[in-house]
């Protein structure tokens, strides 16, 4: 696929989280279990490829605490899906911890498209946007791999 940009490919991978979140939520048993694998992969690599590549952006300028901000959030989303993760979909806490994360993931994209992307359509050159798009799928790819 081709992007115009790296916020354009960060929000087609919001999409698709908020997608998979629903999913989730509405699946029980192996469906789920399934349907969180898929989820735990993209919030991760979207997490790697934003904490590599989009929030060093956003801190070089007046976004610093914006870029450091939403990079805490990734991290504490990443720790709480490892924890998901490991108490398994069929664990009692599951769903409690399960509807948590999910207010997280949707706090944290709501802000990077609101707080985040903003800063850098002002801040960072039409030309490194489009450079940075193609540095985040390397990333993602190379960390799937």
């Given amino acids: 696929m081709s992007y115009s940009d790296v916020i354009d490919l960060l929000m087609e991978q919001h999409d698709e989280i908020r997608r998979l979140c629903a999913g989730v939520e509405r699946s029980r048993g192996p469906e789920r279990a399934q ?15 934003a904490r590599t590549v989009v929030h060093p952006a956003t801190r070089n300028g007046t976004g610093s605490a914006v870029g450091v901000a939403r990079m805490l959030e990734g991290e504490a989303i990443e ?13 009692l806490d599951f769903e409690n ?7 997280a993931i949707l706090d944290h994209a709501t802000r990077e498209e609101l707080d985040e992307f903003p800063i850098l359509r ?21 960390d799937a791999a």
């Fill in 35 to 49: 349907r969180f694998a898929e989820l735990a992969r993209l919030v991760h690599l979207h997490e790697r490829g």
């Fill in 79 to 91: 720790r709480s899906v490892t924890t998901l993760h490991d108490l398994g979909t069929g664990h």
């Fill in 97 to 103: 911890g399960f509807a948590a994360l999910y207010r």
């Fill in 122 to 142: 002002v801040q960072v050159p039409v030309q490194r946007l489009h450079m940075m798009a193609g540095e985040l799928h390397d990333v993602q790819v190379m």
